[in-house]
């Protein structure tokens, strides 16, 4: 690939099955995944690719951990550059927070503990500050234990060193020569550095491309844009971590902050399943964005599924062309937020319709709350301790709305007070008494905010459940009432 523009082909031109891809696509579906957009490519070509309204081809997402692979790229490129070595300590590039004698296991530590998780405390750390004073666990470059403070302090060193912000050190060294779009950011960190943990916002297709960089040992095209001998390193197995990794899935070891998978490939991965999962054997690349938080088992489910199908079709040579099947994909291609399973109506509705329920103390701050049913939707509308707000829902549908909040209580990252999220919802009877809402944040954040409203006479009981890193924190936990 010599020029920015991605290559396009026939999955059976390039030895995949579009039958195969489909029953990918469909088998998520099935077990209700919230997949935002899936994108597949081999020897170097765009095969497939579908996005769930409101995401398109140009719409930025948020990637999550996966920003911490871009941060072991730009480590990798300032130590072309000479400006660093990964056995330098991490106390040499910060001394404002070691103004004197600090333990042992903090000045040991070193860029390359850093870059494979193996750092000497046990959890992650609020900010940069914290982990020179937190008293340690343990030695450091022993045993993996993932924490994002250490790709952090990693991000600080690139930005101290170059003066400029994660993207703006990329950009013109990785990003740009690969036709990656120009405006996208890294959340900033409170810490005052970018959040490189968790914060950078870019298309899937920008994604697939740094991704492909990768694959072809830091080169795109002709050019070399990083050194194929730390792009091995930093995609290939440095450390074991099958003993502290949640699923099967990531045992396969860890490398620069990259994973390793099965079949000797290697992934960026991100929380919510955020990946792109590169097997440079076969010259296959899975990028996928979604939002699966409060689903603990749904990134293993997607990567097992990825390999019974589309891995497991893969042949060295051609295919017969399939319009059928190519025709069925397209049609695939064209996703849809996960929607609320449940009927319509049920003959509770009218009865509890427009009734206000005034409501007993609770942890989320609800007085009362009273739900409005109508042929096609409905809406739930509470008041809370920022006056009264409302969430509209579709049946068998979306409703899109702006989130009815602008400030999140809890949350010491990076939420601004004062912006309008994004989001839809649906809801649906599952039962005679039980109505379901599920509602997508589609925004900076991604997260989903799950509830059932129990009616049983004048009494109602609602579960609020969230699923969103530092967001949405007074959402959650039990709330009833009665009708006055």
């Avoid at 099955?17 to 029953?23: G, L, M, R, V």
């Avoid at 020897?43 to 951990?65: F, I, N, Q």
């Amino acid at each position: 690939m010599n020029g920015k523009e991605l290559a396009f082909s026939t999955p059976e031109n390039v030895g995949i099955s579009s039958e195969a891809i489909a029953d990918f696509i469909r088998k998520l579906q099935e077990q209700q995944l919230c997949m935002h957009s899936i994108l597949v490519f081999r020897k170097g070509k765009l095969v497939s690719e579908g996005y769930a309204t409101p995401w398109h081809v140009d719409r930025k997402h948020r990637m999550y951990s996966i920003s911490k692979s871009f941060t072991a790229l730009g480590i990798g490129l300032l130590l072309d550059e000479g400006k660093i070595s990964l056995d330098d300590p991490i106390v040499k590039f910060y001394p404002e927070y070691v103004p004197g004698p600090v333990h042992p296991f903090i000045s040991e530590a070193t860029i390359r503990d850093m870059l494979t998780m193996r750092d000497p405390h046990d959890h992650t750390l609020s900010g940069l500050a914290d982990w020179f004073s937190t008293p340690p666990t343990h030695p450091p470059g022993t045993v993996f234990m993932y924490n994002t403070t250490c790709t952090n302090l990693l991000c600080g060193i690139i930005e101290k060193l170059s003066g400029v912000t994660l993207m703006e050190y990329l950009y013109p060294r990785l990003l740009e020569p690969i036709g990656f779009t120009p405006d996208c950011i890294c959340i900033k960190g409170h810490w005052g550095y970018s959040w490189s943990g968790s914060g950078i916002i870019c298309t899937p297709r920008d994604l697939a491309r740094v991704a492909m960089v990768c694959m072809n040992g830091g080169r795109w095209g002709d050019k070399q844009l990083i050194s194929e001998s730390y792009i091995k390193e930093a995609t290939g197995r440095q450390t074991d971590n099958s003993l502290t990794s949640r699923d099967a899935e990531r045992w396969a070891g860890y490398g620069y902050q990259i994973w390793r998978t099965r079949n000797n490939g290697f992934a960026f991965w991100g929380m919510g399943s955020q990946f792109a999962i590169c097997l440079p054997d076969q010259d296959l690349l899975l990028v996928c964005t979604a939002d699966t938080q409060g689903i603990d088992t749904a990134e293993a489910t997607i990567i097992k599924t990825f390999w019974d199908t589309i891995f497991a079709s893969l042949s060295d040579e051609a295919l017969p062309e399939n319009a059928e099947a190519q025709a069925e994909l397209n049609e695939l291609n064209n996703m849809s937020l996960t929607i609320q399973p449940g009927e319509s109506t049920m003959p509770i509705a009218p009865a509890v319709s427009g009734k206000i329920y005034r409501l007993f103390a609770n942890a989320s701050g609800w007085s009362d709350v009273r739900f409005k049913f109508e042929a096609n939707g409905g809406s739930m509308i509470y008041t809370n301790k920022r006056g009264i707000k409302e969430i509209p829902f579709g049946f068998g549908k979306q409703a899109g709305f702006k989130f009815p909040e602008t400030h999140f209580p809890g949350n010491t990252f990076d939420i601004p007070s004062g912006k309008e999220y994004e989001a839809w919802a649906s809801a649906g009877w599952v039962d005679h008494r039980t109505l379901s809402i599920l509602c997508h944040l589609t925004d900076d954040h991604c997260g989903n905010l799950r509830l059932n409203a129990v009616f049983d006479g004048d009494r109602v009981t609602i579960l609020l459940k969230k699923s969103a890193e530092r967001f949405l924190m007074d959402y959650e936990g039990w709330i009833y009432g009665y009708s006055s």
